[in-house]
C-alpha cells in the first residue's frame, strides 16, 4: 500500500465508511477506491477531488492526501527556512508550493526544470515574506 492509498483508508475509517460507501458517495466506481488503497492504481486529480469533497477533509488533510497524491514532501528543496514558518504562513506556503506543482502534471518538464521551477518560487515566497514583513 502507497502513502496516498495509507492516508485515504486511514481518512475514511475515521468517518466510518466502507470502500462502497465512499465510493458512491465520492460518485466513482466500486472497486475504484480499494484499487487506490491498495496502490493497485493512483487514480487521477479529479479522482481525488471527488474523495477529498466525499470525504469532507478539513484543509490540513486535503494538503496532506494532495501531497502523498504527487508523490512529495512539501520542504522538498530542503529549505531551513520552511522550519522556521508559523502555521499560518507554512499553510501558506504549502498552497503556493501545491498550487506549482499543478503545473507539474505535464510530462513534458525534466525534473531538472521543474526543481529549477521550484527553487524559484521558493525563494519568490520568501523574498515576498520579507518585503511585507518590512511594511
Known amino acids: 500500500m502507497n502513502n496516498y492509498g495509507n492516508l485515504i483508508k486511514k481518512f475514511r ?18 472497486g475504484t477506491i480499494g484499487d487506490i488503497e491498495r496502490g493497485a492504481r493512483k487514480g487521477k486529480i ?8 466525499a470525504l469532507s477533509l478539513t484543509e490540513e488533510e486535503r494538503i496532506k492526501l494532495e501531497n502523498a497524491f504527487m508523490g512529495r514532501d512539501i520542504n522538498i528543496l530542503g529549505d531551513k527556512r520552511v522550519e522556521n514558518l508559523s502555521k499560518k504562513e507554512l499553510s501558506q506556503y504549502e498552497k503556493v508550493i501545491n498550487e506549482a ?22 525563494e519568490i515566497f520568501f523574498m515576498s515574506k520579507e518585503i511585507n514583513r518590512k511594511k
Open 13 to 30: 475509517e475515521e468517518r466510518s465508511l466502507s470502500q462502497n460507501e465512499l465510493a458512491k458517495k465520492a460518485e466513482v466506481g466500486n
Open 46 to 53: 479529479s479522482t481525488l477531488d471527488k474523495i477529498a469533497k
Open 101 to 122: 506543482y499543478i503545473f507539474f502534471n505535464d510530462k513534458s518538464s525534466t525534473e531538472e526544470e521543474k526543481q529549477k521551477l521550484l527553487m524559484a518560487i521558493n
